[in-house]
């Protein structure tokens, strides 16, 4: 069977979301199934257009960026967009497995006959009310376009051949914003790869490649860099750490990276926080610290907490 993995975000993973499906990828691609990916060429996280990681095809979509004029309705217009590129490069497709309601909702709409497996893994409008900027006009876009966002998400719930959330939490968040009937959302809880993620001694060349001096603790982050991970709390916190023979290291990239970049810096803590970017190996990155840290205002389920556990 041809599988297509569908996510804004793949390789490198910017959050657990990304590991997640990079692994269930791999999995698919074990039991004889030909797995490709599609994506957005992001302007924040550089990749190209086409790609092999292991035994997975991955196609990148140009990033999608309308004009001024647009903007407010630009889910729609992503909408057709991700429709008719969908129906340019997908038709041999046998089933599609998305991580983003409009993917799921372009699949559905360009591929009727077709199944289509909707992974939610958060609510967009709340994920996007979070990231709200202060200024009059990014709320204006925001309230013009908050409709077009729940039609498109509960058209791909409703339509989807199967729903499934990672928790019970987020299963009762859509059922209720999105009068979903009981029934029709599942609830399919993640695990961890215990032979990739187990304890191991630190990389000693990994520390060095981080600048991790010998003796220092280390208090890690991992995941998306972006307003509901909550990490300038972390960063305010790590500044007060009487502790100075401690490293801070934040692991992910995103929008938030030069904010957070010039906020340890007005903190005074440059010297001893490190930015690694988003990894591939976090089994090795793991090991190397004393405590993990991710102090979110919202995790639908949180599966770098598992992966750190482990």
Do not use: W
Request: glycine content about 8%; proline content about 10%.
């Amino acid at each position: 069977m041809k599988l297509q993995l569908q996510y804004i975000y793949f390789n490198p993973p910017a959050g657990g979301v990304e590991n997640y499906f990079r692994e269930a990828g791999k999995y698919f691609s074990r039991r004889g199934n030909q797995v490709s990916v599609f994506c957005s060429q992001h302007p924040d996280l550089p990749a190209p257009a086409r790609e092999e990681s292991g035994p997975l095809r991955i196609f990148r979509h140009p990033y999608y960026s309308p004009g001024r004029l647009i903007q407010p309705f630009k889910p729609i217009a992503y909408l057709r967009y991700l429709k008719q590129t969908l129906r340019e490069t997908s038709g041999e497709i046998d089933l599609f497995i998305s991580r983003h309601p409009y993917y799921a909702r372009a699949a559905q709409l360009a591929f009727p006959e077709k199944p289509v497996i909707f992974f939610p893994p958060d609510l967009r409008t709340r994920r996007l009310r979070e990231q709200l900027g202060g200024s009059l006009k990014d709320r204006a876009i925001y309230y013009l376009a908050r409709p077009q966002i729940d039609m498109i998400e509960r058209g791909a719930v409703l339509s989807a051949d199967r729903v499934i959330t990672l928790s019970s939490n987020l299963k009762r968040q859509f059922e209720l914003y999105h009068r979903i009937p009981p029934g029709r959302i599942k609830v399919v809880p993640p695990g961890v790869d215990t032979g990739r993620f187990h304890p191991r001694p630190p990389d000693r060349q990994l520390s060095d490649e981080f600048g991790i001096l010998p003796g220092e603790k280390v208090v890690l982050s991992v995941g998306r860099l972006s307003p509901e991970k909550n990490l300038p709390l972390l960063l305010r916190a790590f500044s007060l750490l009487e502790m100075k023979s401690a490293r801070l290291l934040i692991v992910g990239d995103g929008d938030g990276r030069k904010p957070l970049e010039r906020m340890a810096g007005n903190l005074g803590i440059s010297p001893r926080v490190s930015f690694p970017g988003s990894r591939n190996d976090l089994e090795r990155i793991y090991p190397l610290a004393s405590v993990f840290v991710l102090p979110s205002t919202e995790e639908p389920f949180g599966q770098v907490y598992l992966e750190a556990m482990a």
